[in-house]
């Protein structure tokens, strides 16, 4: 698993920035599922506060 690198470097070539670090691959692998729990919080969260009964 390497050169996961190289679009980002490709990308900051064609616009004229400076490449940004990516996670590594273990931090990327924790980032997802918390997305993940708190994309389902808000989707249970907002419906029960909106239902009127």
Do not use: C, E, K, W
Not at 11 to 38: F, H, K
């Amino acid at each position: 698993m390497s050169g996961f690198t190289y679009p980002a470097d490709a990308i900051a070539g064609q616009t004229g920035t400076s490449a940004t670090a990516l996670l590594s691959a273990p931090l990327g692998a924790a980032v997802l599922p918390a997305y993940a729990l708190i994309a389902t919080a808000v989707a249970v969260a907002v419906p029960l506060r909106r239902d009127i009964t």
